[in-house]
C-alpha cells in the first residue's frame, strides 16, 4: 500500500510540504486509473483505490503547543496527510489512502496513531471514531453540500 497526497504525481521526494487543495482538485475524471484494465479484470486482481480517511483521537488533556507540534512531526514524516484539527483532549486527521480494498485502508488507518505515537510524540490517546469512504462518495458528498467539511486550510489547526 502507498499513501498519496493530492497533486503530488511526480513530484521529487524533496517537496514534503502540505498544500491546500480544494476539493477535488487532482481528482478530476481521468486524472488518475482508478478502474481495473482488462488484463487485471481477466486475472482477478484488484487494483489500489483511493480513500477519504477521518480519524478522530481522543484523551487527556494534554498541552496544545506539544499537540501541535506532534501533529506537524507526523505531517512531516507523512505528507499524505491533508489536515490535521486539535483540541487540548481530542485530534481529528483527515488523508487519502491509497489501498486495494476498504479494509485495508482502515487497518492502515487505525495502526497509524499507535505506531507513530512515540516517533511524532503524539499524547498516548485513543482511536475513538473512523470514517473510510471511497473518492466518489467522497466527491458526492461535498457536491450536495453534507460532506466532510473542506479540507481547507490544509495543515494543523486548533478546532
Given at each position: 500500500?502507498?499513501?498519496?497526497?493530492?497533486?503530488?504525481?511526480?513530484?521529487?521526494?524533496?517537496?514534503?510540504?502540505?498544500?491546500?487543495?480544494?476539493?477535488?482538485?487532482?481528482?478530476?475524471?481521468?486524472?488518475?486509473?482508478?478502474?481495473?484494465?482488462?488484463?487485471?479484470?481477466?486475472?482477478g486482481e484488484r487494483q489500489p483505490r483511493l480513500w477519504h480517511v477521518t480519524l478522530s483521537v481522543?484523551?487527556?488533556?494534554?498541552?496544545?503547543?506539544?499537540?501541535?507540534?506532534?501533529?506537524?512531526?507526523?505531517?512531516?514524516?507523512?505528507?499524505?496527510?491533508?489536515?490535521?484539527?486539535?483540541?487540548?483532549?481530542?485530534?481529528?486527521?483527515?488523508?487519502?489512502?491509497?489501498?486495494?480494498?476498504?479494509?485495508?485502508?482502515?487497518?492502515?488507518?487505525?495502526?497509524?496513531?499507535?505506531?507513530?505515537?512515540?516517533?511524532?510524540?503524539?499524547?498516548?490517546?485513543?482511536?475513538?471514531?473512523?470514517?473510510?469512504?471511497?473518492?466518489?462518495?467522497?466527491?458526492?458528498?461535498?457536491?450536495?453540500?453534507?460532506?466532510?467539511?473542506?479540507?481547507?486550510p490544509v495543515g494543523v489547526h486548533p478546532f
Open positions: 500500500m502507498r499513501r498519496v497526497r493530492p497533486g503530488t504525481a511526480g513530484r521529487g521526494s524533496a517537496e514534503r510540504a502540505l498544500t491546500s487543495v480544494a476539493a477535488g482538485a487532482g481528482y478530476a475524471d481521468g486524472d488518475m486509473d482508478e478502474g481495473p484494465s482488462d488484463e487485471s479484470k481477466a486475472n481522543s484523551g487527556p488533556p494534554a498541552p496544545l503547543p506539544e499537540i501541535r507540534r506532534g501533529l506537524e512531526q507526523l505531517a512531516h514524516d507523512h505528507p499524505f496527510l491533508l489536515t490535521s484539527r486539535y483540541a487540548d483532549d481530542h485530534a481529528e486527521i483527515r488523508y487519502w489512502e491509497e489501498a486495494r480494498d476498504l479494509h485495508d485502508a482502515a487497518a492502515v488507518a487505525l495502526r497509524l496513531w499507535g505506531e507513530h505515537r512515540q516517533s511524532a510524540q503524539l499524547p498516548p490517546w485513543e482511536i475513538v471514531g473512523l470514517e473510510v469512504i471511497d473518492r466518489d462518495t467522497y466527491h458526492q458528498r461535498v457536491a450536495e453540500g453534507y460532506g466532510p467539511p473542506p479540507a481547507a
